[in-house]
Nanobody
Framework: EVQLEESGGGSVQSGGSLRLSCAASGYVVSSFCMAWFRQAPGKVREAVAAIIYIGGNKQWYADSVKGRFTISQENSNYTLFLQMNNLRREDTAVYYC???????????????????WGQGTQVTVSS
């Protein structure tokens, strides 16, 4: 069992920055990936970024956030971060932290391969 709790969301103007955190506890070592997803009103949940532990902590990013968002992790306690720069209105969503089993190593963008989810934190970007 893995417990995840996000924090750091808020309201920011377009072009601004936010840093999300995800505190992980429980049997985190059983996970093969950790990732950030987001869901905007009326839209499906989409993957934003992931860290894949196999092969030297590879990182995966959605095309829409490449060059603006950075995923990282504090290895001592598995806290996951998402640094979001140059935010746009279309980044407005609830952001979720997730931990996945082996299948996430080849399908990091697919939400069905993640076993554990946090409750989410709201990010609102205004122009």
């Amino acid at each position: 069992e893995v417990q995840l709790e996000e924090s750091g969301g808020g309201s920011v103007q377009s072009g601004g920055s936010l840093r999300l955190s995800c505190a992980a506890s429980g049997y985190v070592v059983s996970s093969f990936c950790m990732a950030w997803f987001r869901q905007a009103p009326g839209k499906v949940r989409e993957a934003v970024a992931a860290i894949i532990y196999i092969g030297g902590n590879k990182q995966w990013y959605a095309d829409s956030v490449k060059g603006r968002f950075t995923i990282s992790q504090e290895n001592s306690n598995y806290t996951l971060f998402l640094q979001m720069n140059n935010l746009r209105r279309e980044d407005t969503a609830v952001y979720y932290c997730a931990a996945g089993g082996y299948r996430c190593t080849t399908l990091p963008e697919r939400d069905s391969v993640y076993n554990y989810w946090g409750q989410g934190t709201q990010v609102t970007v205004s122009s």
